[in-house]
């Protein structure tokens, strides 16, 4: 992901979201990984000021995931890493392909571990044990794990993938729009919220 990839993802995602004939959004890599993360070469030295206008601009597109009442599914094949990982973990599905790889790898290459909202979903979707694992090691979790320990919805054949996404998209975009905007609403501010 650099720069102009970055805002191009983020204005087609804002794109979808005033778009009323859109009822649901897929997010998918083109080629053998869904995203392998930053561009390496945009990390050059910066003043603390600086990386945070950066950082605060990689997660534009989390948030407008996030923010949404579209349901947005991930369709994960290769490998899912870093940024990528984390626009993954932000989805409402994870669909992913046997073979599928994901990680988390920034305390590896001196970056807390927690960008790109990982250190936000990654414990709430696998609890804090496993995700401090995956974390602070910065190890690959092949496909077949991350079905076990709930990090992807759901794992099938990798020539089965575009069938079983288009599958949920349209069951996605043929229910009730308001109901399903209003249950990501509710589900997401569950996060924070005490029950009452």
């Not at 009323?20 to 392998?36: E, K, Q, T, W, Y």
């Not at 369709?75 to 989805?91: E, K, N, P, W, Y």
């Not at 089965?160 to 069951?171: F, P, T, Y």
């Amino acid at each position: 992901i650099d720069i102009s990839t970055l805002d191009a993802l983020v204005d087609a995602l804002e794109a979808a979201t005033k778009d009323d004939d859109v009822r649901c959004i897929v997010l998918a890599g083109n080629g053998r990984a869904f995203c392998s993360g930053a561009d390496h070469a945009e990390m050059v030295p910066r003043s603390p000021k600086d990386w945070e206008a950066i950082v605060d601009r990689y997660l534009r597109p989390i948030r407008a995931i996030v923010n949404m009442d579209k349901p947005v599914i991930a369709r994960c094949h290769g490998d899912v890493i870093g940024g990528g990982f984390g626009i993954a973990l932000s989805c409402d599905f994870r669909i992913a392909a046997e073979g599928s790889r994901y990680c988390a790898p920034f305390v590896k290459i001196g970056l807390a571990g927690c960008d790109m909202s990982a250190g936000y979903f990654l414990p709430r979707l696998i609890g804090l044990g496993r995700a401090t694992d995956l974390m602070m090691t910065g190890r690959f979790v092949a496909a077949t794990e991350a079905k076990e320990i709930g990090l992807v919805t759901q794992l099938v054949p990798s020539d089965a993938l575009d069938d079983a996404v288009a599958k949920l998209a349209r069951q996605m975009s043929s229910g009730a729009a308001i109901a399903i905007a209003a249950t990501k609403r509710a589900l997401r501010r569950s996060l924070e919220l005490s029950m009452e």
